[in-house]
């Protein structure tokens, strides 16, 4: 059963480091062509780049880890609601030093059509700049279905 008391918890700072060869690789990822990820020196972030601070994130606080173990989640039952990327200026350059930190912002229910209620996990992932300056937050939905998925015989 999640926990709905967990809106507000939040897990230990990290930090991540927007590297130039990541930000191209990225970029080639995506499919992006754009010469400003590509060849500048001190590339801009693609928008969608902050998605890659999983890879920072410390082993305990991955999907599954701390965050989602104290909001009780049935990680066999959860499906990714997608991401929302909101800046409060420019995307971070090449050689920006970010401190990233997850909380929960809200947990709620929905009747599903086929698998009973839904359980819906909003959590919004703050980057500051150095100087403590909010750069940018990237809000995600985790969705845990109402029943397990059926196993093949």
Same mark, same amino acid.
């Given at each position: 059963?999640?926990?709905?008391?967990?809106?507000? &918890?939040?897990? @230990?700072?990290?930090?991540?480091? !927007?590297?130039?060869?990541?930000?191209?690789?990225?970029?080639? *990822?995506?499919?992006?062509?754009?010469?400003?990820?590509?060849?500048?020196?001190?590339?801009?972030?693609?928008?969608?780049? &902050? !998605?890659?601070?999983?890879?920072?994130?410390? *082993?305990?606080?991955?999907?599954?880890?701390? &965050?989602?173990?104290? =909001?009780?989640?049935?990680?066999?039952?959860?499906?990714?609601?997608?991401?929302?990327?909101?800046?409060?200026?420019?995307?971070?350059? *090449?050689?920006?030093?970010?401190? *990233?930190?997850?909380? =929960?912002?809200?947990?709620?229910?929905?009747?599903?059509?086929?698998?009973?209620?839904?359980?819906?996990?909003?959590?919004?992932?703050?980057?500051?700049?150095?100087?403590?300056? &909010? =750069?940018?937050?990237?809000?995600?939905?985790?969705? @845990?279905?109402?029943?397990?998925?059926?196993?093949?015989?």
């Amino acid at each position: 059963m999640v926990d709905k008391s967990a809106v507000g &918890l939040k897990d @230990e700072p990290f930090e991540m480091v !927007v590297e130039r060869g990541k930000v191209r690789e990225f970029a080639i *990822a995506t499919k992006s062509s754009n010469p400003a990820y590509l060849d500048d020196p001190q590339p801009v972030s693609p928008p969608t780049f &902050l !998605v890659t601070s999983t890879f920072w994130t410390p *082993a305990s606080m991955r999907p599954g880890g701390s &965050l989602f173990k104290k =909001v009780n989640l049935d990680m066999r039952r959860v499906l990714d609601g997608g991401r929302e990327f909101v800046f409060h200026g420019p995307p971070p350059r *090449a050689g920006t030093k970010l401190i *990233a930190q997850n909380r =929960v912002e809200d947990i709620y229910e929905k009747e599903g059509k086929r698998g009973g209620t839904m359980t819906f996990v909003v959590t919004v992932q703050e980057f500051r700049d150095e100087r403590g300056e &909010l =750069v940018a937050e990237m809000r995600s939905t985790a969705i @845990e279905t109402g029943r397990p998925p059926k196993e093949d015989k």
